[in-house]
């Protein structure tokens, strides 16, 4: 009997010390799963997901308080490829996040900017130029399309537009052919 | 013509040539259109910048357009006559997008310029110097590719063979052919200008063995040439033959690594059309304003090769060429595999232009239902890059694009095989492109998203320094008001000290002797 | 001038999965005559029965899966499958047992699957196995060959009769099936070896011809003509075929040469049962067998050892089926396993 346990605690002893020993010499920095789901989040820091910026939600996806299907501007893609990452089955966008849009770009009217800087506190990247009372641009190869910066604007004069398709960026379509098998 | 041992490539198709009928012809030539379109990205590259500007005069042959990078080339006119405007207009493109060109209105003078001097003799120049002849006179690759040449003269040293690529295997183009019957000595001595820019030690000249006119007419340049450095060899005609790394492998048994290029395994690959403009740009000064076009299918009615200049639209070409027929329903730029449809003959020849075919109905592929997948295997087997197809298709239909590189999906050469083995009729080579395009858009995303990240921390770290800071301000202005209120009760308590000494004595005096004054 | 658009590449791809289909029947039709020669009209009642319930199996699967009718009832693919089940089944079989297999094959081993080109298994030899489990008896009573068995005067069923066996499963009259069915050579060898008899006795029996079973070794003969068609006409590759015999014959090789006493040749094997059947028609079901070359070398090899294999210890006397079935599992880990080595890519 004494035996037993004697063996039983010498047994979870070794056990325990074996465990605290990788827990000091393993020890990994930070949280890697974090940096692995930002990493496939598009850091458009837009918010949609309701959380303040892609970290935040890459922070909340793994502690597994949000799902993977609230990044609109990362689409079928990023959730795609946080299913794998995470090993779980890819779903469809959540509707409440919001709807996947092409990619914008936002476009200052110049001539009817106030130079209020309200628009550029509100962006996330600083890709927004200007000061006070001057005109203010988008500098539109760091404008991540978020669209924080529309609401702040007191005339109005942000717009959200597409990005033009030139020879470089173009894409050959999806086959659009459907499988005899799908067709009825 | 010597016949070494030669090596086969994996897979491929025997096609039929469909090139009789436009190579009964010589090499025909056509009026200066009254306009010219010249697109400022001909070549693959940064687009060239314009250094004309709309109403300057320029003459036929003057530089236009200047290359922006190092992978670029120039453009130049190609008639005289006046620069109208500099816009976009739709090029020739699978994507039918419009790009910036610059729009000439001719003059029907024809007015040379003559910026480049013409040389009998190279054998003084160094390669360098060679090399900057060809990039002034915007020479790019014209089997189809239009790699700029000038980039590719500068792809290392100790290269042991050069190879130049007569071996036109995709249906209907036949304008190297031609080319090679009427011009071989142009050919050849771009040939040796080339093995002089490089010090190449021996040129092998690949021909398909189901060109004899031409492989005659070159194997008597040779003999007239008289170089032992240069050699012909004939070489079984299987699509694609002409693929670079098809070739070599033909000729030499040895395999391009993957995302390398020929000269890491000592071989440099040119078109012959490649070389012949090589020989212009060096013997003439003579800049790269005209090539061969193949003008084919039964939608034209004289089927023939044009030395057309650059700029001028497909309309006039087949119009030289006998105009439509009845028949005309598809516009192709290219060979019927690899090459593109076009929605408009208003577009113009390019530099990369090889071929034009104006197909019937019944000459191309109808439209038929696409069927599961039966897992024939044929894509494989005829693959020339040893790719699984249908793997590939299988993750690209289903948007499950990672792991696509572990298939090499970036070895795929384009080149339609496939497509044409699959008895399911699948669209394999366009799933490929597609494919292809998303995973380079995502990782330009990728690039895009990393910056933002940045971008944002950046922010991020900022605004902590700023409110940081503020913070430490307040508390400053806070301790040198504590201060402050401090300096104050001691002022204060010093005023009062005063105060109670003035009293004190005030007091004092009271009751003490009487002062001065009483 | 405006233009359609239209695909690239241009060039009409030289086959279609109905010109496939049809050639692989156009190619069992000499095997199909040796088989009326030898067994009687029976296996044409069978491929009818086969063909209609499998097609109207197909369509009503299509229907209820909401997919074109059309492209796929016109593919021949399950057309292929009923042809493939009625060859393996005997000539004298009731139309119910045939429809059974057929409807098997088309609905559970195919459509539930997503239909052509994504079931793992070869559906007539899903077919096939459940009613060889389900009806042992039926399906292993075979007419004797008519084929001159000497001391055995076989009787046959004409075409009517034959007929009205397929429709009623009742014998004419006076006919019992002692009279009219003996075991087929690979049974017999087997029966007649586990009762101590040498190879060589047995093979002096009436039953057997100059490499195989007498009758069997032609049907296996024209099976094996039909077979080259399809490599001729590129509709199969070498490999399945040539790893297929090569699987079976190496092995029965060696046994014969060790042990000559207890196992038959390689000849014998090769033209006895379904062999040959399996090398160029049943193996070569490019849906189930393995894609890349060298996967196909291992896949046919791999069915030929596992005929072998049943054949010597196993506890059917022909074990096609089986073999194949079991080596369609493995195909998954064969082709993750023989990738063939891309170009510029160290192998």
Same mark, same amino acid.
């Given at each position: 009997?004494?035996?037993?346990?004697?063996?039983?605690?010498?047994?979870?002893?070794?056990?325990?010390?074996?465990?605290?020993?990788?827990?000091?010499?393993?020890?990994?920095?930070?949280?890697?799963?974090?940096?692995?789901?930002?990493?496939?989040?598009?850091?458009?820091?837009?918010?949609?997901? @309701?959380?303040?910026?892609?970290?935040?939600?890459?922070?909340?996806?793994?502690?597994?308080?949000?799902?993977?299907?609230?990044?609109?501007?990362?689409?079928?893609?990023?959730?795609?490829?946080?299913?794998?990452?995470?090993?779980?089955?890819?779903?469809?966008?959540?509707?409440?996040?919001?709807?996947?849009?092409?990619?914008?770009?936002?476009?200052?009217?110049?001539?009817?900017?106030?130079?209020?800087?309200?628009?550029?506190?509100?962006?996330?990247?600083?890709?927004?130029?200007?000061?006070?009372?001057?005109?203010?641009?988008?500098?539109?190869?760091?404008?991540?399309?978020?669209?924080?910066?529309?609401?702040?604007?007191?005339?109005?004069?942000?717009?959200?537009?597409?990005?033009?398709?030139?020879?470089?960026?173009?894409?050959?379509?999806?086959?659009?052919?459907?499988?005899?098998?799908?067709?009825? | 013509?010597?016949?070494?041992?030669?090596?086969?490539?994996?897979?491929?198709?025997?096609?039929?040539?469909?090139?009789?009928?436009?190579?009964?012809?010589?090499?025909? #030539?056509?009026?200066?259109?009254?306009?010219?379109?010249?697109?400022?990205?001909?070549?693959?590259?940064?687009?060239?910048?314009?250094?004309?500007?709309?109403?300057?005069?320029?003459?036929?042959?003057?530089?236009?357009?200047?290359?922006?990078?190092?992978?670029?080339? /120039?453009?130049?006119?190609?008639?005289?006559?006046?620069?109208?405007?500099?816009?976009?207009?739709?090029?020739?493109?699978?994507?039918?997008?419009?790009?910036?060109?610059?729009?000439?209105?001719?003059?029907?003078?024809?007015?040379?310029?003559?910026?480049?001097?013409?040389?009998?003799?190279?054998?003084?120049?160094?390669?360098?110097?060679?090399?900057?002849?060809?990039?002034?006179?915007?020479?790019?690759?014209?089997?189809?590719?239009?790699?700029?040449?000038?980039?590719?003269?500068?792809?290392?040293?100790?290269?042991?063979?050069?190879?130049?690529?007569?071996?036109?295997?995709?249906?209907?183009?036949?304008?190297?052919?031609?080319?090679?019957?009427?011009?071989?000595?142009?050919?050849?001595?771009?040939?040796?200008?080339?093995?002089?820019?490089?010090?190449?030690?021996?040129?092998?000249?690949?021909?398909?063995?189901?060109?004899?006119?031409?492989?005659?007419?070159?194997?008597?340049?040779?003999?007239?040439?008289?170089?032992?450095?240069?050699?012909?060899?004939?070489?079984?005609?299987?699509?694609?033959?002409?693929?670079?790394?098809?070739?070599?492998?033909?000729?030499?048994?040895?395999?391009?690594?993957?995302?390398?290029?020929?000269?890491?395994?000592?071989?440099?690959?040119?078109?012959?059309?490649?070389?012949?403009?090589?020989?212009?740009?060096?013997?003439?000064?003579?800049?790269?304003?005209?090539?061969?076009?193949?003008?084919?299918?039964?939608?034209?009615?004289?089927?023939?090769?044009?030395?057309?200049?650059?700029?001028?639209?497909?309309?006039? $070409?087949?119009?030289?060429?006998?105009?439509?027929?009845?028949?005309?329903?598809?516009?192709?730029?290219?060979?019927?595999?690899?090459?593109?449809?076009?929605?408009?003959?208003?577009?113009?020849?390019?530099?990369?232009?090889?071929?034009?075919?104006?197909?019937?109905?019944?000459?191309?592929?109808?439209?038929?239902?696409?069927?599961?997948?039966?897992?024939?295997?044929?894509?494989?087997?005829?693959?020339?890059?040893?790719?699984?197809?249908?793997?590939?298709?299988?993750?690209?239909?289903?948007?499950?694009?990672?792991?696509?590189?572990?298939?090499?999906?970036?070895?795929?050469?384009?080149?339609?095989?496939?497509?044409?083995?699959?008895?399911?009729?699948?669209?394999?080579?366009?799933?490929?492109?597609?494919?292809?395009?998303?995973?380079?858009?995502?990782?330009?995303?990728?690039?895009?998203?990393?910056?933002?990240?940045?971008?944002?921390?950046?922010?991020?770290?900022?605004?902590?320094?700023?409110?940081?800071?503020?913070?430490?301000?307040?508390?400053?202005?806070?301790?040198?008001?504590?201060?402050? +209120?401090?300096?104050?009760?001691?002022?204060?308590?010093?005023?009062?000290?005063?105060?109670?000494?003035?009293?004190?004595?005030?007091?004092?005096?009271? @009751?003490?002797?009487?002062?001065?004054?009483? | 001038?405006?233009?359609?658009?239209?695909?690239?590449?241009?060039?009409?791809?030289?086959?279609?999965?109905?010109?496939?289909?049809?050639?692989?029947?156009?190619?069992?039709?000499?095997?199909?005559?040796?088989?009326?020669?030898?067994?009687?009209?029976?296996?044409?009642?069978?491929?009818?029965?086969?063909?209609?319930?499998?097609?109207?199996?197909?369509?009503?699967?299509?229907? $209820?899966?909401?997919?074109?009718?059309?492209?796929?009832?016109?593919?021949?693919?399950?057309?292929?499958?009923?042809?493939?089940?009625?060859?393996?089944?005997?000539?004298?079989?009731?139309?119910?047992?045939?429809?059974?297999?057929?409807?098997?094959?088309?609905?559970?081993? /195919?459509?539930?699957?997503?239909?052509?080109?994504?079931?793992?298994?070869?559906?007539?030899?899903?077919?096939?196995?459940?009613?060889?489990?389900?009806?042992?008896?039926?399906?292993?009573?075979?007419?004797?060959?008519?084929?001159?068995?000497?001391?055995?005067?076989?009787?046959?069923?004409?075409?009517?009769?034959?007929?009205?066996?397929?429709? #009623?499963?009742?014998?004419?009259?006076?006919?019992?099936?002692?009279?009219?069915?003996?075991?087929?050579?690979?049974?017999?060898?087997?029966?007649?070896?586990?009762?101590?008899?040498?190879?060589?006795?047995?093979?002096?029996?009436?039953?057997?011809?100059?490499?195989?079973?007498?009758?069997?070794?032609?049907?296996?003969?024209?099976?094996?003509?039909?077979? $080259?068609?399809?490599?001729?006409?590129?509709?199969?590759?070498?490999?399945?075929?040539?790893?297929?015999?090569?699987?079976?014959?190496?092995?029965?090789?060696?046994?014969?040469?060790?042990?000559?006493?207890?196992?038959?040749?390689?000849?014998?094997?090769?033209? @006895?049962?379904?062999?040959?059947?399996?090398?160029?028609?049943?193996?070569?079901?490019?849906?189930?067998?393995?894609?890349?070359?060298?996967?196909?070398?291992?896949?046919?090899?791999?069915?030929?050892?596992?005929?072998?294999?049943?054949?010597?210890?196993?506890?059917?006397?022909?074990?096609?089926?089986?073999?194949?079935?079991?080596?369609?599992?493995?195909?998954?880990?064969?082709?993750?396993?023989? +990738?063939?080595?891309?170009?510029?890519?160290?192998?």
């Amino acid at each position: 009997m004494i035996a037993a346990v004697a063996v039983i605690a010498g047994i979870a002893l070794l056990f325990g010390l074996a465990l605290g020993f990788a827990a000091v010499r393993f020890r990994t920095e930070g949280d890697p799963v974090v940096d692995r789901i930002d990493a496939l989040l598009p850091q458009t820091q837009c918010g949609q997901c @309701s959380f303040a910026g892609c970290r935040p939600y890459a922070e909340a996806i793994a502690a597994g308080t949000a799902d993977i299907n609230r990044c609109p501007p990362g689409g079928e893609a990023t959730i795609r490829a946080l299913a794998d990452l995470l090993e779980r089955d890819p779903k469809p966008l959540d509707p409440e996040s919001g709807e996947i849009k092409p990619r914008t770009v936002a476009v200052i009217d110049e001539p009817l900017c106030i130079g209020c800087t309200l628009c550029i506190q509100a962006c996330p990247v600083d890709a927004i130029l200007g000061a006070g009372k001057q005109m203010h641009t988008v500098i539109a190869s760091e404008c991540t399309g978020c669209e924080l910066c529309v609401a702040p604007c007191p005339v109005d004069c942000i717009a959200m537009v597409e990005e033009p398709v030139t020879l470089k960026t173009w894409k050959w379509p999806r086959p659009a052919e459907p499988l005899a098998a799908e067709r009825r | 013509m010597k016949q070494p041992g030669l090596w086969r490539f994996h897979g491929g198709l025997k096609l039929d040539a469909r090139t009789a009928r436009a190579t009964g012809d010589q090499i025909g #030539t056509i009026p200066v259109p009254p306009q010219l379109v010249l697109p400022l990205s001909q070549h693959v590259g940064q687009p060239a910048e314009p250094i004309v500007v709309p109403g300057e005069r320029v003459l036929c042959g003057q530089p236009i357009a200047r290359p922006s990078g190092y992978v670029g080339a /120039k453009v130049h006119a190609s008639s005289s006559g006046t620069v109208v405007e500099i816009a976009n207009h739709p090029v020739p493109h699978p994507s039918g997008l419009a790009a910036p060109c610059i729009v000439i209105e001719t003059d029907g003078l024809d007015e040379r310029w003559t910026g480049y001097e013409p040389l009998s003799d190279y054998a003084a120049l160094t390669g360098p110097e060679l090399r900057a002849r060809v990039r002034a006179a915007g020479v790019v690759g014209l089997g189809g590719a239009a790699f700029p040449t000038a980039v590719k003269l500068g792809a290392g040293s100790g290269l042991k063979l050069l190879i130049l690529n007569g071996a036109e295997c995709e249906p209907y183009i036949c304008c190297d052919e031609l080319l090679l019957r009427e011009r071989a000595a142009e050919v050849l001595a771009g040939a040796q200008i080339l093995l002089q820019a490089l010090a190449i030690p021996r040129c092998v000249i690949a021909i398909e063995n189901d060109k004899p006119l031409a492989l005659e007419a070159l194997e008597l340049a040779i003999a007239r040439a008289a170089d032992p450095r240069l050699e012909v060899v004939s070489v079984p005609a299987v699509y694609p033959e002409g693929g670079e790394r098809q070739l070599i492998k033909v000729l030499t048994g040895e395999e391009v690594p993957a995302r390398g290029l020929p000269p890491d395994i000592g071989y440099l690959c040119h078109n012959v059309g490649t070389a012949a403009a090589v020989a212009r740009a060096v013997l003439q000064g003579e800049p790269l304003i005209s090539r061969i076009v193949t003008v084919t299918g039964d939608g034209v009615a004289g089927p023939r090769n044009v030395d057309v200049r650059l700029g001028t639209p497909i309309s006039a $070409l087949v119009q030289a060429c006998g105009g439509y027929t009845g028949e005309a329903a598809h516009l192709l730029m290219g060979g019927a595999m690899m090459g593109f449809p076009l929605a408009d003959d208003s577009l113009p020849v390019i530099k990369g232009t090889n071929c034009i075919v104006v197909a019937s109905r019944e000459e191309i592929r109808p439209r038929a239902p696409v069927m599961p997948c039966i897992r024939c295997g044929e894509c494989a087997e005829v693959c020339p890059a040893q790719l699984l197809p249908q793997q590939l298709y299988w993750h690209a239909r289903s948007d499950d694009l990672e792991p696509l590189d572990d298939y090499h999906l970036f070895d795929c050469i384009e080149c339609g095989c496939c497509d044409l083995a699959c008895p399911s009729q699948i669209p394999l080579t366009q799933y490929f492109r597609y494919a292809k395009t998303e995973l380079w858009a995502r990782q330009h995303d990728r690039v895009r998203s990393d910056l933002a990240r940045e971008r944002f921390e950046a922010r991020r770290d900022r605004l902590e320094a700023e409110q940081a800071a503020r913070k430490q301000r307040l508390e400053e202005k806070a301790r040198a008001a504590d201060e402050a +209120r401090g300096d104050e009760q001691a002022r204060k308590a010093m005023i009062d000290a005063a105060l109670e000494r003035v009293q004190a004595r005030r007091d004092a005096g009271a @009751s003490g002797p009487p002062g001065k004054d009483e | 001038m405006r233009f359609e658009l239209t695909r690239p590449p241009h060039l009409r791809p030289a086959r279609s999965v109905t010109r496939v289909m049809g050639e692989v029947l156009l190619a069992l039709v000499p095997a199909t005559i040796a088989w009326v020669w030898f067994f009687g009209p029976g296996i044409l009642y069978n491929m009818a029965v086969a063909t209609l319930v499998a097609v109207a199996c197909e369509a009503g699967a299509l229907r $209820l899966r909401d997919r074109a009718l059309h492209p796929h009832l016109a593919d021949l693919s399950a057309v292929v499958t009923a042809v493939l089940l009625a060859f393996c089944l005997p000539p004298l079989t009731p139309w119910w047992i045939t429809a059974t297999g057929a409807a098997f094959a088309i609905l559970f081993a /195919k459509q539930l699957y997503g239909g052509l080109g994504y079931n793992p298994f070869n559906p007539a030899m899903a077919g096939y196995v459940v009613l060889l489990i389900s009806f042992p008896e039926q399906l292993t009573r075979w007419p004797w060959p008519q084929a001159g068995l000497g001391e055995i005067t076989p009787v046959a069923l004409g075409a009517w009769e034959t007929l009205r066996f397929t429709l #009623t499963g009742a014998l004419p009259a006076g006919v019992s099936w002692d009279a009219l069915s003996g075991a087929t050579p690979l049974d017999d060898l087997r029966t007649r070896l586990s009762l101590a008899a040498t190879v060589e006795q047995v093979r002096a029996g009436p039953l057997y011809g100059l490499v195989g079973g007498r009758g069997w070794e032609w049907i296996a003969l024209w099976t094996g003509v039909g077979g $080259l068609y399809l490599l001729w006409r590129r509709v199969i590759r070498w490999q399945i075929p040539l790893a297929v015999i090569a699987g079976l014959c190496l092995p029965a090789t060696l046994a014969w040469l060790l042990a000559p006493a207890t196992f038959p040749p390689p000849t014998f094997h090769l033209f @006895s049962g379904a062999a040959l059947l399996c090398a160029f028609f049943i193996a070569t079901d490019p849906v189930s067998a393995a894609t890349s070359p060298a996967g196909r070398l291992v896949y046919g090899f791999g069915i030929g050892a596992l005929i072998f294999i049943i054949r010597s210890w196993g506890g059917y006397p022909d074990g096609v089926a089986f073999a194949v079935l079991l080596l369609n599992m493995a195909v998954p880990a064969i082709d993750h396993f023989t +990738r063939p080595r891309t170009y510029g890519h160290a192998g």
